[in-house]
């Protein structure tokens, strides 16, 4: 069993950036698929970016140009660099990891960011 524990969340201005960061227990899951997810109150899980064991990434539409995503696999870490943040990115985020190509994801416990306008 992997465990998953992200930092780095908080409460910003708009405009203002955060990073994100996900410390995976086992470098089998920091090395394969990896990703961001986010839930806003009253709303279903979202995908925000997802990276894989080659280093392809992929974006949510609503985040692409502001967000980047990113892991080291030495330190067993996912990363989110998140800049120009809006009030709609108020969530908690949840780091993922999974072999890809499987279905069994392993969740973090969620970090709260917090964007007032």
């Known amino acids: 069993q992997v465990q998953l524990v992200e930092s780095g969340g908080g409460s910003v201005q708009a405009g203002e950036s955060l990073r994100l960061s996900c410390a995976a227990s086992?470098?089998?899951?920091?090395?394969?698929?990896m990703g961001w997810f986010r839930q806003a109150p009253g709303k279903e899980r979202e995908g925000v970016a997802t990276?894989?064991?080659?280093?392809?990434?992929s974006y949510a539409d609503s985040v692409k140009g502001r967000f980047t995503i990113s892991k080291d696999n030495a330190k067993n870490t996912l990363y989110l660099q998140m800049d120009s943040l809006k009030p709609e990115d108020n969530a908690m985020y949840y780091c993922?990891?999974?072999?890809?190509?499987?279905?069994?994801?392993?969740w973090g416990q969620g970090t709260q960011v917090t964007v007032s306008s």
């Open positions: 993922a990891a999974w072999y890809c190509g499987s279905a069994d994801y392993y």
């Open positions: 086992k470098s089998s899951y920091s090395s394969g698929c």
């Open positions: 990276i894989d064991s080659g280093g392809t990434t």
